[in-house]
């Protein structure tokens, strides 16, 4: 029987979309526009990395081709091969927004058919009556921020008075999220998960995405940095997902990273998360390489669009994508026959665009397994597509939205048994 692993990069978009003009997006190109600093020199750092962007194993399996399918332009400073090793394609999402819950959850094959909720206004940005339930319901004193903010500039600016008034520091984005900051001491860890729960109840109604806390530690003397004990509480998603399907028949699931996070744990069988993509690169390949027969192994990895994107960092977004691609053979070298991997992304992250916010984007599609013939899956109309093929190369029934692409002949007969 087959197993699977797939592995989301967390907002390595590949150009545009088509209504990335409504997100005020239209010409961004994560991967694009990063191959083109790297080649201008604009993606150097001096100790980090330097020169074109080097991703042979990613271009080997054919993330050059997807990109040129998606943008129409070749990637920068990259020589295409004539063939790819796998398959390769890019999906197009059809939720509403570029949040990172539609994304993984269409690709699960449960696309979002709602408007995200918003907070719109940078500065007051949350209503009177929802920060007067916060402190009513959350017993703190008040709130500090109420405005969208960069998470770290807002910890800076603000911690020093947090410690001393016990108020947490409230803060939004482009995205539909409520954000909190506390000391983990101070203010204590427990406590602000517990206050992120009271104002998930409270934003429900909004059709928030999700609440995330967002702890740190230090002092104005040491400077302060926030921890790897972030929280996601979401709202579940709406429909039947891939991850219901597999659970539903008894199926090894294990998710690393912030995907139980993401999918309201649950369905999210054996949860691993620790922090840093090399230690949930290691966590996957341990992880996986125990997988029972029929089961699936869905991993996020979150720095290339936390530490990154949002943070409009070239050069270590880039390598970030280097030291991920040095990683890839050992991936390759765990599949047994009759496994499939799949790379894939949720939405993009321009690090050269305006704002430190999300952007509207194709997201890259390989899909790769011993014996599997490579040719392109060309343009998939939704990301539910990857849900959909896992379904069937996992044998778990007809999914629910989505369309599969054409199974490998010689494997198809084999993927499950």
Not at 171 to 196: K, M, N, P
Not at 223 to 231: E, I, L, Q, V
Not at 241 to 256: E, H, I, N
Request: hydrophobic share 40%; proline share 7%; net charge negative.
């Amino acid at each position: 029987m087959a197993r699977a692993i797939l592995v989301v990069l967390d907002s390595v978009g590949c150009g545009g979309a088509a209504d990335a003009h409504l997100y005020g997006d239209e010409g961004s190109d994560t991967l694009g526009h990063i191959a083109l600093a790297c080649l201008e020199g604009r993606g150097d750092r001096e100790g980090l990395r330097g020169g074109p962007l080097r991703i042979p194993n990613l271009v080997r399996l054919g993330l050059a081709h997807a990109c040129e399918a998606s943008t129409g332009r070749p990637l920068a400073g990259i020589d295409k091969p004539p063939e790819s090793a796998g398959r390769h394609g890019y999906g197009v999402e059809i939720s509403q927004g570029k949040d990172t819950p539609s994304g993984h959850w269409e690709i699960a094959g449960c696309p979002v058919p709602f408007a995200w909720g918003y907070f719109t206004e940078a500065r007051n940005s949350f209503p009177p009556d929802l920060i007067a339930g916060i402190v009513r319901e959350g017993g703190v004193p008040g709130v500090l921020g109420n405005r969208q903010a960069s998470g770290t500039a807002i910890i800076d600016e603000l911690a020093a008075e947090h410690i001393a008034t016990g108020k947490p520091i409230c803060y939004t984005s482009a995205d539909s999220v409520f954000q909190i900051a506390a000391h983990e001491t101070h203010f204590g860890l427990e406590r602000l998960y517990a206050l992120c729960r009271v104002v998930r109840r409270l934003v429900d109604p909004l059709r928030i995405g999700r609440v995330i806390a967002r702890p740190f530690v230090g002092s104005q003397e040491t400077g302060f940095t926030r921890t790897a004990n972030r929280k996601d509480f979401a709202i579940p998603p709406p429909g039947e997902t891939l991850l219901d399907r597999l659970a539903a028949q008894g199926r090894a699931v294990v998710t690393v990273g912030k995907i139980g996070d993401i999918f309201a744990h649950r369905a999210t069988g054996r949860e691993i998360k620790p922090y840093g993509n090399a230690a949930m690169v290691e966590a996957a390949l341990e992880a996986f390489a125990d997988l029972p027969d029929g089961g699936l192994c869905f991993v996020n990895l979150v720095d290339f669009d936390s530490e990154y994107g949002h943070r409009r960092d070239v050069p270590g977004y880039a390598a970030a994508l280097e030291a991920f691609d040095a990683a890839l053979p050992r991936l390759e070298a765990a599949l047994r026959p009759g496994d499939l991997a799949i790379l894939t992304a949720d939405h993009g992250n321009d690090p050269t665009w305006p704002g430190t916010d999300h952007t509207r984007e194709h997201v890259p599609i390989l899909a790769f397994g011993p014996g599997m013939a490579p040719g392109s899956i060309g343009r998939r109309e939704s990301f539910a597509d990857i849900g959909a093929t896992l379904s069937v190369w996992l044998g778990v029934g007809s999914p629910g939205f989505g369309k599969a692409w054409q199974p490998d002949p010689v494997r198809s007969a084999g993927a499950s048994s």
